[in-house]
């Protein structure tokens, strides 16, 4: 089984720019979540979207957007760009219903974004 | 105080030794733990969730404290291939993990 997919792996964009960031998740799981990891930090919690609503932010500005589409994929929207976004980009998907909020995460290999 | 803490580190340990991390935690509501494992330039990688009864799994154990707020890891036996970063993670909402800055592991011949 294929587990999380991320597109692209790398991205190079300048200040002000827009960038889409791109990811499936395991199939079968229907949560995804979004994390910005920096150089020499452990991953920063961005969204988390389950069956197609947002069902959490993390302390972002709102230049960060997400949606998650029907078939569970999802992407990251982030717009005006600064050289502070520059960083590894995670998503990772879960299993959990609206019950089971204990199922671990798997991240996909991440989407390195840096800005010039 | 930053939501989880961590040692540290870099532990430098020669193979076969005995390293353990440490972690506290500060939302007293918090509901699961885990320990993920991240290699140079790849992505977190679940390693053991962490119970209150205290959890193995082969070399690895992991224990937590809630009334202190402590989680541990200890790694027995130590191999070259557990050289990498150790991320102390809690789960407080639906879905949101909160990381640890993590604990990078250098294990030498």
């Known amino acids: 089984d294929a587990g999380v997919t991320q597109s692209p792996t790398h991205l190079i964009k300048t200040r002000g720019q827009q960038v889409t960031l791109r990811c499936s998740p395991i199939s079968g799981h229907k949560s995804v979540s979004w994390y910005q990891q920096v150089l020499g930090q452990g991953p920063q919690f961005i969204f988390q979207y389950y069956e197609k609503e947002e069902r959490g932010r993390g302390n972002f500005p709102d230049r960060f957007s997400a949606r998650q589409f029907p078939n569970y994929s999802s992407e990251l929207n982030v717009n005006a760009l600064l050289l502070g976004d520059s960083a590894l980009y995670l998503c990772a998907s879960s299993k959990e219903d609206s019950t089971n909020y204990n199922s671990p995460l798997h991240f996909g290999n991440g989407t390195r974004l840096t800005v010039t | 105080r930053k939501e989880v803490e961590q040692d540290p580190g870099p532990f430098n340990v020669p193979e076969g030794a005995t390293v353990a991390f440490n972690c506290t935690y500060s939302?007293?509501?918090?509901?699961?733990f885990f320990w993920y494992r991240q290699d140079c330039r790849k992505e977190p990688k679940l390693l053991m969730s962490v119970y209150s009864s205290g959890n193995e799994d082969g070399r690895f154990t992991a224990q937590l404290n809630r009334a202190s707020q402590y989680i541990s890891l200890l790694i027995r036996d130590s191999k070259l291939s557990d050289s990498a970063t150790y991320l102390c993670?809690?789960?407080?909402?639906?879905?949101?993990?909160?990381f640890g800055k993590g604990t990078m592991l250098l294990v030498s011949p």
């Open positions: 939302n007293s509501a918090s509901q699961s």
């Open positions: 993670v809690v789960r407080s909402g639906y879905s949101t993990l909160t």
